[in-house]
């Protein structure tokens, strides 16, 4: 028992939580050392734009309570992972202190800045008036670099407390050192003063935050996107129809939906068919027929007369709960450019006060007078400030994980992102990935001397109430095909199903129908035609021994499949078709879809998958939908979970697509590929403009004010790349590369 306590304990778990009271990147990277300091956690991620954290380590280590007393030492507050509303409620509430702060900085600061504005100028008639314009110009400053500036303030000191000075630790330090000389020239009589750079540095930054968080609200769109289920619901109860609260239903409570509602929760169908719109899940254009006992999700929408459905999910336990949690999880996580960009910024602030330093002295030493020393070392400690650096690659994921999920792909890991951006091969299960994973009939052979309309008619009634994907097929077939109304006269007196092999149904006018296999049909008396093994699906009918049908059933490529594999190929991705199934039924499909006979390999059991994805070019990409996929997932650089996955598989997988077909597969490759090239221009502007900036900065003589101007754009500019990315979608199509032909296993020559 000792033995298994330990093993138990050293098990390691994760934890999702949000942080309140986050100011900047800066305030995140000292949550995630302070965090990563303490016993038992192994690793702590905080993904500053949705303020959310990841915390790795064992399970007695990751408790709410003790979590949120060390982030409480920092002045932050921990708690549960926010609602969609409550996240938006907050960002609300961080732009109306912002824009509050934002307006007294400019009503003040347009004072302070006129008031220097005619000191530089000589526009004062006296050397007097120059040195009281300076104190005027201080008097105004005076709520700006106090008031306006106290969250830099609090901020910088927690973050050093935490050591992990940040952005907002140089900018408290740079304001200060601008009032500080400012009042140290006023002393000695000089109206030389600098309280318009301490103005400016703040109220710029607060533009940029402002900005920020502008972004971060677009970034919150995509999910508000998904459906939101009402507050009250009709179920049954007391034998009527009663309103109650959503959160009060419980799984197996039947609920009613009327026409045009979306169904709050996930259940199944209960009594009737239903005609759903779930373009609101799926993006399908075209409403689907949806029979009793089919699952249905919340978000669909009902096109028909009220439905009922009996619930299987609870509130906040449904499809779409479960894609908003991953979202959460996924933008907590970090991907290696995001952790590039945190070491970047992490030096970079002891570098600025190091170097600023050294300036100060080395000028100093040099003969500088001492108050352009000063004035030195505070250029020096403006330019360098981290901002742009800590919303490189933030902002970029933000926007292109917004984009995604807009255009039906949830990318639940930024790694995978990132790997999803340089995939060399793309490898494809069959059965409910590239066909929709039922059966359909593609063919009804008569076989007696009856109009087609009886046959359909007899089909519909012999098939009612089956389970079996085949009959259930055959029942789709047969409704869509006949007359409205068709075979509505036939009685069924008594039906019997033997699992899996066909079906016995007696009519009112004493006729025996038989639906099922061609074996089952044999062994019950009924005659059946020879056939082939074609490698095809057939159920046969008969009624009372003699056949009157055979319907041929395959699966058909969902739409758009043939057209995604070509592009996928033309950009010079290895392709191949792995499936468990029978090779006529992969030779079929490939053959639907244009992939070649050396890029299919059937009859492959999942370990025999995984050896074929591990052979492939990497990194390599492989999409499936069950359980005998899981490990052909695990072995792919990138897994892909397409719409209606097994459960674990979603779980499983980096990627899940919201719409039928693999469309959303090259959807994600294309953005995953524009979104790195966006975050590597952010990180490369970004640190590019800070060496150079630094270097320039110690080098030669800066004005504050044209510091704060240059580190306030570069902020701006990589917000902005990151923003042209969220509204350029597919507005920014790719150059097709130069096609390479490659073997399915093979590398490019």
């Not at 100060?360 to 352009?372: F, H, I, K, M, S």
């Not at 033309?570 to 029978?582: N, P, Q, V």
Request: hydrophobic share 50%.
């Amino acid at each position: 028992m000792d033995a298994i306590s330990d093993s138990q304990s050293e098990r390691q778990g994760e934890a999702l939580y949000s942080v309140q009271g986050l100011w900047c990147t800066s305030c995140a990277l000292a949550v995630e050392a302070q965090l990563a300091r303490m016993p038992g956690v192994s690793a702590a991620s905080v993904h500053y734009p949705s303020a959310t954290l990841l915390v790795q380590g064992q399970p007695p280590a990751l408790e709410e309570a003790r979590l949120a007393a060390a982030v409480s030492r920092l002045g932050y507050r921990l708690g549960p992972p926010e609602a969609i509303g409550d996240a938006e409620a907050r960002l609300d509430a961080e732009s109306r202190y912002l824009t509050l702060r934002l307006l007294m900085a400019v009503a003040f600061g347009m004072w302070t800045m006129l008031a220097s504005l005619l000191i530089y100028a000589g526009a004062m008639p006296s050397a007097e008036l120059d040195l009281i314009m300076a104190w005027v110009s201080g008097a105004f400053a005076l709520p700006v670099v106090t008031y306006v500036a106290l969250p830099f303030y609090r901020a910088g000191w927690r973050t050093t407390r935490a050591w992990r000075p940040g952005m907002d630790a140089l900018v408290a330090l740079g304001a200060l050192t601008a009032v500080g000389v400012s009042l140290w020239l006023l002393a000695r009589g000089s109206p030389e003063v600098y309280f318009d750079t301490a103005v400016m540095l703040v109220t710029l930054l607060l533009v940029g935050r402002l900005v920020e968080t502008l972004c971060r609200h677009r970034g919150l769109r995509a999910l508000q996107a998904l459906h939101r289920p009402p507050a009250q619901v009709q179920r049954w109860e007391a034998d009527a129809w009663q309103p109650c609260a959503l959160d009060s239903v419980a799984v197996g409570d039947r609920l009613r939906v009327e026409l045009g509602e979306a169904l709050p929760l996930d259940g199944t169908l209960s009594d009737a068919e239903a005609l759903l719109d779930l373009s609101p899940l799926t993006g399908e254009s075209a409403p689907r027929r949806c029979l009793p006992g089919d699952a249905v999700a919340a978000g669909c929408r009902n096109l028909g007369a009220a439905l009922v459905f009996e619930v299987t999910a609870p509130a906040g336990e449904c499809r779409l709960d479960r894609l908003r949690e991953q979202m959460w999880w996924q933008q907590a996580r970090k991907g290696e450019l995001q952790r590039l960009a945190d070491r970047f910024a992490g030096w970079l602030s002891p570098l600025a006060v190091v170097l600023a330093l050294f300036t100060l002295v080395a000028t100093w030493l040099a003969g500088v007078p001492a108050e352009e020393a000063w004035v030195r070392a505070l250029s020096v400690l403006v330019v360098a400030c981290p901002c742009a650096v800590g919303l490189a690659i933030p902002l970029a994921g933000l926007a292109g994980s917004g984009q995604a999920l807009e255009r039906g792909v949830v990318i639940r890991d930024p790694g995978a992102f990132e790997t999803l951006a340089r995939i060399r091969s793309a490898a494809f299960d069959k059965t409910g990935t590239l066909t929709a994973g039922e059966p359909q009939v593609q063919v009804m052979h008569p076989a007696a001397d009856l109009p087609e309309s009886e046959l359909l008619a007899l089909a519909a009634v012999a098939a009612r109430g089956s389970e079996h994907p085949l009959a259930r097929a055959v029942r789709r077939y047969a409704q869509d095909a006949q007359d409205a109304g068709a075979g509505g006269e036939l009685e069924v007196v008594q039906a019997e199903e033997v699992g899996g092999r066909g079906r016995r149904v007696s009519l009112g006018d004493g006729r025996e129908l038989l639906l099922g296999s061609r074996a089952w049909l044999a062994e019950q008396g009924a005659a059946t035609q020879q056939a082939g093994d074609s490698g095809e699906s057939e159920v046969l009918l008969a009624c009372d021994g003699a056949l009157l049908a055979r319907f041929t059933l395959g699966e058909t490529a969902l739409p758009g499949t043939t057209e995604t594999l070509a592009e996928l190929r033309r950009e010079g991705l290895a392709l191949a078709l792995i499936s468990g199934d029978r090779a006529p039924a992969v030779r079929r499909l490939a053959d639907a879809v244009g992939m070649k006979a050396e890029e299919c390999y059937a009859g492959r059991s999942p370990e025999a998958k995984a050896k074929l994805l591990a052979a492939m070019p990497q990194p390599s990409l492989y999409v499936g939908d069950g359980l005998n996929d899981v490990v052909g997932l695990a072995t792919a650089s990138v897994g892909v979970a397409p719409l209606g996955a097994n459960t674990t598989v979603q779980e499983g997988a980096s990627v899940a697509l919201l719409k039928p077909g693999v469309a959303g597969v090259e959807v994600a490759w294309r953005l995953a590929r524009r979104t790195r090239r966006v975050m590597r221009q952010n990180l490369v502007l970004s640190g590019i403009y800070n060496l150079l900036a630094l270097g320039l900065a110690v080098a030669m003589p800066i004005p504050p004010l044209i510091a704060v101007l240059a580190m306030v754009a570069s902020s701006l500019s990589v917000v902005a790349n990151s923003a042209r990315l969220a509204l350029a979608g597919e507005r920014e199509p790719e150059q097709p590369r130069q096609s390479r032909q490659v073997g399915a296993l093979g590398t490019a020559p």
